[in-house]
């Protein structure tokens, strides 16, 4: 039997009319057998998404939490009683007494978090009629937080073994000693992906409010063009450079198993959305056709020079290490005679700079150390069957007729990182969007 896990995220689940919107799309497809869905998200622009109010109950637990509380219940309530789902049936008052005594007694950041996702897909579940498959029985943490992948797949597949139909929330697990633990923030993408593994999904569905990934970050260039499909690696490129699209940790899962994953919009289900796969269409070598473009500002440049240090083997090894001592994720790092500059986050920087460049003076006495913020990481990701020299000519073309200056670019396999001054850092997604993209069609 073809099986699909479609995972909904909390736009997709706000409130009762995209709630009864999800059960058409499940209607739609009888293959689409397991659920995972995020909280209740928000219905418009000034609403407070469910696991934001959670936070903030977590955070007044001394003090005065009534009315948070009171707004959690409302907005379940509300979605309920819109439905047709008797709140009795639910027991919503048993689940809001146990939330309140733990929040009194016993509060945990992460049980209170989680409660979210677990009410709604316990309201969505009885809803739908079909089963409800509480997280905590089938995701496994260690008791630190960290994902036990292994327990995890043994556990949801003893679990769903013979199940027709669940409903799974997203988020959170519980370690072997029951207490709760969750994803980072937008984790039921991983918990989507666990489970569309275990079951050998042929697709993972990603319903969002969004048409898809787009070519660019739409609040930098107006309306850009939905990607159709590309492969698993150009979306860990696009996400690491900041396209939000998935939780960076929701790929790997179906990715090891070849699962396709294809990211859809809840309000217009019948636009095909975004495919990311493994195989992708053999492109013209001739054609330089680009997926995406991406990118993250707030860098610091560290470059540090001292005559005759080039050839002197261990530098690089010295400063990397001082680096990863302290925490900083090297984002970009390049060498030249006598010299190197390392890119890394301003915000993560900052906070141990001190301690940084006095184990830098210590270990490694540079000549000169120069800092400089105001940096940006831009990425050019190429469908890799066409000519990057071409393309190569044409992301410098682009960004020098417009008069950006381009500090370094350089190729990595099927995507061009470019380093540019922040000031310039819009002005360069345009031209890049404009010249590779919209001036192509
Ligand atoms: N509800 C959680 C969040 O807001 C997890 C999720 O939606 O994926 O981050």
């Known amino acids: 039997m073809t099986t699909i896990v479609a995972k909904f995220g909390g ?26 869905s ?62 309140e005594e733990q929040l009194v007694t016993n509060p945990s950041r992460a049980y209170l978090a989680s409660r979210g996702e677990y009410l709604q897909c316990k309201l969505i579940a009885a809803f739908l009629g079909w089963e409800f498959i509480d997280a905590a029985e089938v995701i496994r943490f260690s008791k630190s937080g960290e994902l036990l992948a292994v327990q995890t797949d043994e556990a949801l597949a003893r679990r769903l073994r013979g199940v027709e139909r669940a409903v799974i929330p997203g988020f959170y697990g519980a370690a072997a000693d029951g207490s709760i633990k969750t994803f ?16 050998d999904a042929s697709t993972y569905e990603n319903w969002t409010d969004v048409p ?5 970050d739409p609040r930098i260039v107006d309306q850009p063009r939905t990607i159709e499909r590309l492969s698993y690696t150009a979306l860990r490129e696009l996400t690491y450079l900041g396209a939000s699209v998935l939780h960076e940790d929701a790929i790997t899962p179906v990715r090891e198993r070849g699962i396709p994953i294809n990211i859809r919009n809840t ?50 090894g010295t400063l990397f290490d001082i680096l990863g001592q ?71 073309a682009a960004l020098s007729d417009d008069g950006i200056e381009i500090l370094s670019i350089f190729r990595w396999g099927d995507l061009h990182l470019i380093t540019v001054n922040s000031s310039q850092y819009q002005q360069a997604v345009r031209a890049l969007y404009g010249a590779l993209v919209a001036g192509r069609a």
């Not at 095909?272 to 997926?291: C, Y």
Request: charged share 15%.
């Open 11 to 36: 736009s997709s689940v706000s409130d009762a009319n995209a709630i009864r919107q999800v059960a058409a799309i499940l209607a739609a497809n009888p293959a689409r057998r397991f659920v995972v």
């Open 38 to 99: 995020s909280a209740p998200g928000k219905r418009h622009g000034d609403d407070v998404k469910v696991t934001d109010l959670l936070y903030q109950l977590y955070a007044l637990r001394k003090a005065d939490y009534t009315a948070t509380l009171t707004a959690i219940r409302a907005r379940f309530i509300d979605i309920a009683t819109d439905l047709g789902v008797s709140a009795s049936s639910l027991d919503f008052d048993t689940e809001f007494d146990a939330i």
């Open 184 to 199: 980072s923030r937008g984790g039921s993408d991983v918990t989507g992906a666990l489970v569309a593994r275990v079951v």
């Open 212 to 216: 898809g990934i787009m070519m660019a």
């Open 267 to 316: 309000f217009d289900p019948q636009a095909m959305g975004t495919w990311v796969q493994t195989s992708m269409p053999v492109a013209d070598p001739s054609d330089p056709a680009i997926i995406g473009l991406a990118g993250k500002q707030g860098y610091t440049t560290i470059t540090l020079r001292k005559p005759q240090w080039s050839g002197m083997p261990g530098v690089s």
């Open 326 to 396: 302290a925490n900083l994720v090297l984002d970009l790092a390049l060498t030249s005679i006598d010299g190197w500059t390392v890119a890394v986050s301003t915000e993560a920087f900052a906070p141990v700079r001190h301690q940084v460049m006095g184990q830098i003076k210590t270990a490694l006495e540079p000549a000169t150390i120069e800092i400089e913020n105001g940096l940006s990481l831009l990425g050019v990701v190429s469908s890799g069957a066409c000519s990057e020299t071409i393309l190569t000519g044409q992301v410098s």
